[in-house]
């Protein structure tokens, strides 16, 4: 399995980015996709999520009303948009694949619960 993380880049707080995934190597049809982020030194973060239907997404309280997630799955992509970016919101981005089709919201804001990675596209927000 493979996923590839891409759009990250340097942009001034109140902008927006959006982050694509391609994935492959494997059939997600009942996976859920996600993103964390991670900055030097500290645990890395979950951002969002999303199901395979797009019916359950699950965002950190942190980017509700800013951030959306989304996916195609004919094209085996996940996207997070990112609107109003805050300098806070500085830090290498990842997308990653949970092959659990059921489980607890817990579940799936844990960095446990996923199965594979992506490199990491770094979005530096500036003040």
């Known amino acids: 399995v493979q996923l590839q993380a891409s759009g990250g880049g340097l942009v001034q707080a109140g902008g927006s980015l959006r982050l694509s995934c391609a994935a492959s190597?494997?059939?997600?049809?009942?996976?859920?996709m996600g993103w964390f982020r991670q900055t030097p030194g500290m645990e890395r973060e979950f951002v969002a999520t999303i199901s395979w239907s797009g019916s359950r997404t699950l965002y950190t309280d942190s980017v509700k009303g800013r951030f959306t997630i989304s996916r195609d799955n004919a094209k085996n992509m996940v996207y997070l948009q990112m609107d109003s970016l805050k300098p806070e919101d500085t830090a290498v981005y990842y997308c990653?694949?949970?092959?659990?089709?059921?489980?607890?919201?817990?579940?799936?804001?844990?960095?446990?619960?996923?199965?594979?990675w992506g490199q990491g596209t770094l979005v530096t927000v500036s003040s």
């Open positions: 990653a694949v949970s092959t659990r089709p059921y489980g607890s919201n817990s579940y799936y804001q844990s960095r446990w619960g996923y199965d594979y």
């Open positions: 190597g494997r059939t997600f049809s009942s996976d859920f």
